[in-house]
């Protein structure tokens, strides 16, 4: 069965740093992709950046990447300079096929980031 | 294009009251997904359609939960009769299901938030 891990709850970040948000996740198939979203207080959900599991390079996206390393199954989030609107919950996610059909996404628990002046 | 459509933003009902949300895709998305947010659970995926077939219901809690869609732009989520442990974020998103790799990301509506006394 797949499932998603992300083993920080919370976390802080000073202003300007950068910060590295862990997901780990379990899955018996080759073709997958790998998602991150934000969720601010507000409420929605903000797509921030993709990972095929057949894709050679780390996507990134503006001051996200993704740090995705297969045959450790993770695929960390790295946001660079954070800024006061990356505090936020951060969810990891899961979707197995890719390009042809495409099965069920699943979500980890997240990660509340608070970003600190 | 408006995204994807959700209604109403805001419900408070009365336990065994019946409930009914509804969604409408981004056009042109053959997928549609239903979950459930809260505190305790996290993001649960109840149901996800693909061409307006359900695909796989497994997360629907019990058999007070039905889901349908009866065409490429229109989907519900009923609750009848409503329990105050439904209390929660219900979220549809929907997505494409062919093309590049990025065709298969999530775009979530705003949500409904339901609240049963």
């Known amino acids: 069965?797949?499932?998603?891990?992300?083993?920080?709850?919370?976390?802080?970040?000073?202003?300007?740093?950068?910060?590295?948000?862990?997901?780990?996740?379990?899955?018996?198939d080759q073709s997958y992709g790998l998602f991150w979203y934000k969720q601010p207080s507000s409420g929605e959900m903000i797509f921030l950046i993709y990972q095929g599991s057949y894709d050679e390079q780390n996507a990134t996206e503006g001051r996200y990447s993704l740090n995705f390393q297969k045959a450790r199954k993770s695929a960390n989030l790295v946001i660079s300079a954070s800024q006061l609107g990356d505090s936020a919950m951060y969810f990891c996610a899961m979707r197995r096929g890719m390009k042809t059909s495409y099965d069920k996404v699943i979500f980890g628990p997240g990660t509340s980031l608070s970003v600190i002046p | 294009d408006a995204g994807v459509i959700q209604s109403p933003r805001h419900e408070v009902t009365e336990m065994g009251q019946e409930v009914t949300?509804?969604?409408?895709?981004?056009?042109?998305?053959?997928?549609?997904f239903w979950y459930r947010q809260t505190m305790m659970r996290g993001l649960e995926l109840l149901i996800y359609f693909n061409n307006n077939v359900p695909i796989d219901d497994s997360g629907m809690p019990e058999d007070r939960f039905s889901a349908k869609m009866p065409n490429a732009s229109f989907s519900t989520l009923k609750i009848q009769p409503s329990e105050p442990r439904d209390s929660a974020v219900y979220f549809c998103a929907s997505s494409s299901g062919l093309g590049s790799s990025g065709a298969n990301v999530l775009t979530f509506g705003a949500g409904s938030r339901l609240t049963v006394l």
């Open chain 1, 1 to 28: 069965a797949q499932k998603i891990t992300q083993t920080q709850p919370g976390m802080f970040v000073q202003e300007k740093e950068a910060v590295t948000l862990d997901c780990t996740y379990d899955t018996s």
């Open chain 2, 21 to 32: 949300l509804r969604c409408k895709p981004i056009s042109g998305h053959d997928y549609l």
